[in-house]
C-alpha cells in the first residue's frame, strides 16, 4: 500500500496539547472501540487516522493488529513511538506524519481503519471523499470506526441555543466541519459505501481529559464490510462475557 508522507507540515496547534505530560485526550481507546476489540477476534493491517497521542493506535495493537497510524502532529507521533518502545509493540505499530487528505488507499487491503475526530477536521468536500476511499480500501472483513463533531457541540456556531453556554474545547478552532445531524450514517448506508452498520449514536458528551472540562456533540459509527456479520454483541453487562453461538 502507497501512501505519500507530508514533510512540508509545520507545527500543528495541538503540539503543546501531545507533549503535556498527561498527552490531552487521555490514554483510554475510545469506549465503543475498546468494547469491539474486546469481543472479536483480530489480525491484519489497521490504518488509526488522525492518532493523536496514541490511545486508539495502542488498543487497536494490544488487540493484534499491525497498525500504521498517521497525524500532521510530530509530538503525537512522538509519543506513539514512546509507548510501543515501552510496551515492546514496536514490531506492530508504525507512526507517520501525513495531512490524511494526502494517504493512498488501496482497495480492499486494510482489516480495521478507525478515524477519531479526524474527518471533521477538514473541510467537508475532503471530508466526504476521504470517507469514500477509506470504505473502498476495507477487505471482505474489515471494520471502520469513526468519530466526528456535530452540530450539537458548543464550539459550533449554529448550536442549538441551549447548548451555546457550555463549556468549548480548547482546540475548537481546529474543528472546520460539525456533521450534521445522520450526515455520518447517511454516508454509511449509502450504496457505494458497502457498509453495513454494528452500532451508530449520537449524543453530547462532557470531556475531561484535555484543558477546562467542556461539552462536546459527537457521532459516533462502528460498521463492518457489508456481508462480514461478525459474531459481536455491543455492549454487555458487566463481568458478562460474550457466549458463541
Not at 49 to 63: H, K, V
Not at 131 to 137: D, Y
Amino acid at each position: 500500500m502507497s501512501k505519500k508522507a507530508d514533510n512540508s507540515i509545520g507545527e500543528t496547534q495541538f503540539d503543546e496539547a501531545y507533549a503535556r505530560s498527561q498527552p490531552a485526550y487521555g490514554r483510554q481507546a475510545s469506549s465503543p472501540l475498546v468494547v469491539f476489540l474486546g469481543q472479536t477476534g483480530h489480525q491484519g493491517i489497521a490504518w488509526d487516522l488522525g492518532a493523536g497521542a496514541g490511545r486508539d493506535t495502542m488498543a487497536i495493537a494490544r488487540a493484534g493488529y499491525h497498525v500504521h497510524c498517521f497525524d500532521r502532529s510530530e509530538k503525537g507521533l512522538q509519543r506513539i513511538r514512546q509507548q510501543a518502545m515501552e510496551s515492546e509493540l514496536e514490531d506492530r505499530i508504525k507512526a507517520t506524519r501525513a495531512d490524511i487528505r494526502e494517504l493512498e488507499f488501496s482497495r480492499d487491503s486494510l482489516g480495521l481503519i478507525v478515524a477519531t475526530t479526524v474527518l471533521d477536521h477538514i473541510p467537508a468536500a475532503d471530508s466526504r471523499k476521504v470517507f469514500r476511499e477509506l470504505t473502498g480500501a476495507l477487505n471482505d472483513h474489515g471494520v471502520i470506526y469513526v468519530e466526528v463533531h456535530t452540530t450539537d457541540d458548543p464550539g459550533c456556531k449554529d448550536c442549538p441555543p441551549q447548548f451555546r453556554s457550555a463549556p468549548v474545547s480548547e482546540t475548537a478552532s481546529a474543528v472546520v466541519n460539525y456533521f450534521e445531524p445522520n450526515r455520518l450514517a447517511e454516508w454509511a448506508v449509502h450504496d457505494e459505501s458497502q457498509l453495513r452498520i454494528l452500532h451508530y449514536e449520537e449524543r453530547l458528551e462532557w470531556d475531561t481529559t484535555h484543558g477546562p472540562h467542556h461539552l462536546h456533540g459527537k457521532a459516533i459509527l462502528l460498521a463492518e464490510r457489508r456481508g462480514a456479520h461478525r459474531l459481536w454483541r455491543g455492549e454487555l453487562p458487566a463481568g458478562e462475557a460474550a457466549q458463541p453461538v
